[in-house]
């Protein structure tokens, strides 16, 4: 059976509870559907785990368990070991899963009977995508004599325990060493910390046809080109450095120059025509003495800022790394409202104690603002949003961009992207060194280089962080911002191989 994961098309639990209906209406049962998990299931375990003494099953209540059923059949024909464990009595199954058992015929034993071996391989069919609460004690008690015991574990759909939309551990979870999911990832096998939890995912399309999974796949996507490539300007060779816009970039005072300095050589190697250090007259001198091919100019005050702005010769601006928190920044923002603008670092927490007021400014137009919080920044802006422990990451950032009429780049290894109307995405190209300080930095300048050449704030985002990714990739682990930079035109040049497809 091929598996892939190459679709970037996610469906929550109830989207792919939907997609099933719709399958089983249109001629294709349910049953059939389980059959071809359940195969896939058995493959996979067969194919990673040559090594088990046996295969323990422990099978869930509902669908889930209906393919740890098939699997476990299909096992047994192979001439494996196996044994069945079941949550609850058998007569209590229904619809495939019911099926799926009386096909096993086997005797099935009680989760409280089984005692891991070395030489185990779990099979975990207890839940999937219809976790709808915290796990059981039994199902808690379960997971850790596995943990103990240190057997590895296949997980069938999502690790038993972990939330299929938001990735949140439900009381408790197993670590599966491998996951097999179904037409298509559930949000949380890309969420953290489910992503983790999930250990190597791959992909069965067990029959459902892809229009059916596809017009079900509306709410959320990974962030992947094929998402926004054709919001990208491919270069073409009449372009000049004011078609491709000219990006301010503003510094804070003469001790805290560095991180705008970083933002500001991002937004050039990103693409950006120009870009310009706007400094206030006491950091002059220092940041004209670090930079040449970005340009250092002095704005003085607000008044400058507005007949800047009033020229018309800057397309868009980043403000906030290394800025300093304050009035002085509040009044930079207002005198730019509605302008393309990333707010970044002290942009954000500038406003954590009024952040109506930062709202107020953006509502009513298209949206033009990305706000990037990490996670301490979201809870500053949006402290009842970060506070809902009833509400996952795509919620909050869903939440967050209606709110402030803004994109929201909310940050962290699943970066999640989200526009005031709904959109989502989240990013999964990035690596775990991407931490590491002044890594947002150059994030901020790679958004402000694409608002400047003119790409909508939703895509000029979701491809920044696309490209900060692929950037941090290229630069490989121990990197520093700095070797980030210096990745971005090999990261663009992959984008751009992508745009041309
Ligand atoms: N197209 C596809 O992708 C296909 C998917 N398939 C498979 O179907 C799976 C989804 O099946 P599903 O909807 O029956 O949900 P599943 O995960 O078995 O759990 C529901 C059961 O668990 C119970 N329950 C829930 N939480 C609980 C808790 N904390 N503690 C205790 N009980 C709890 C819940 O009870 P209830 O909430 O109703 O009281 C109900 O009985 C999917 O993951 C995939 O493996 C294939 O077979 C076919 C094609
Ligand atoms: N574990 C991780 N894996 C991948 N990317 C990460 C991880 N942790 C942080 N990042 C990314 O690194 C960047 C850090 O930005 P930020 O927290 O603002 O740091 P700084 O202020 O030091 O620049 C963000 O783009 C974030 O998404
Ligand atoms: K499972």
């Known amino acids: ?55 323990v099953v422990l099978c869930g209540p509902g669908n889930n368990g209906g393919d740890g059923f098939v699997a476990a059949s299909a096992l047994r024909r192979a001439g494996a070991n196996v044994s069945i464990h079941l949550a609850g009595r058998p007569e209590e199954l229904t619809g495939a899963a019911r099926l ?45 004599r596995v943990r103990e015991v240190g057997c590895p574990v296949l997980a069938v759909d999502l690790p038993s325990g972990i939330d299929g939309l938001t990735g949140q551990v439900r009381g408790a979870a197993f670590q599966a060493q491998r996951t097999v999911t179904f037409v298509a990832r559930k949000p949380g096998h890309v969420l953290m910390p489910g992503r983790i939890y999930c250990g190597e995912i791959s992909l069965a399309p067990i029959g459902m046809p892809t229009r059916i999974a596809r017009r079900h ?24 450095k004011y078609k491709r816009g000219h990006l301010a970039v503003f510094s804070g005072g003469p001790s805290h120059t560095g991180a705008a300095r970083m933002t500001a050589s991002a937004g050039l190697c990103a693409g950006a025509g120009l870009v310009t250090l706007a400094s206030p007259p006491d950091a002059t001198l220092v940041n004209a003495c670090a930079m040449t091919a970005v340009m250092v100019r002095e704005i003085a005050d607000l008044q400058d800022l507005k007949m800047w702005w009033a020229s018309g010769k800057i397309s868009a601006a980043v403000i906030g790394p290394g800025f300093g928190v304050g009035e002085g920044l509040r009044s930079y923002v207002h005198a730019s409202a509605a302008r393309p603008m990333v707010l970044d670092a002290d942009a954000i927490t500038a406003f954590a104690e009024r952040p109506d007021e930062l709202f107020a400014l953006a509502a009513g137009s298209e949206p033009r603002q990305i706000l990037t919080p990490h996670e301490g920044e979201f809870a500053r802006l949006f402290p009842d949003l970060a506070a809902d422990k009833t509400i996952g990451k795509l919620e909050r950032a869903k939440r967050a961009a209606e709110r402030a009429h803004a994109v929201i780049v909310y940050k962290g290894a699943d970066t999640v992207i989200a526009a ?33 050449q003119g790409i909508p704030a939703f895509e000029a985002a979701a491809a920044a962080v696309w490209l900060h990714g692929e950037a941090g990739n290229k630069a490989g682990v121990g990197m520093t911002a700095e070797d980030l930079i210096r990745h971005i035109p090999a990261a663009l040049e992959d984008l751009l191989s992508w745009c041309r497809l």
């Not at 059981?136 to 850790?144: A, G, R, Y």
């Not at 509306?218 to 009449?238: L, M, Y």
């Not at 005031?420 to 991407?434: F, S, V, Y």
Request: hydrophobic share 45%; net charge negative; charged share 15%.
């Open 1 to 55: 059976m091929k598996m892939s994961l190459t679709d970037p098309f996610l469906l929550t639990p109830a989207e792919a509870a939907a997609a099933d209906r719709e399958t089983d209406a249109s001629g294709i049962p349910i049953f059939h559907l389980m059959q071809q998990a359940g195969f896939a299931v058995a493959a996979e375990a067969l194919r990673h785990f040559a090594q088990a003494e046996r295969f």
């Open 100 to 144: 799926a058992w009386l096909e096993a015929q086997t005797p099935a034993q009680s989760f409280s009977s089984y005692q891991p071996h070395p030489g185990d391989v779990i099979i975990d069919a207890i839940f999937g995508a219809g976790l709808s609460r915290d796990v059981p004690p039994e199902v808690t008690d379960l997971i850790t």
């Open 217 to 240: 796949a509306r709410t959320v996507s990974v962030n992947d080109p094929r998402a926004w490539k054709a919001a990208i300007n491919v270069q073409q060779g009449d372009t000049h």
């Open 420 to 452: 005031p109307d709904g959109r989502l995405l989240i990013n999964e190209n990035a690596p775990a060194w991407l931490a590491t300080a002044g890594s947002g930095d150059v994030l901020a300048g790679i958004a402000g280089a694409n608002l400047a």
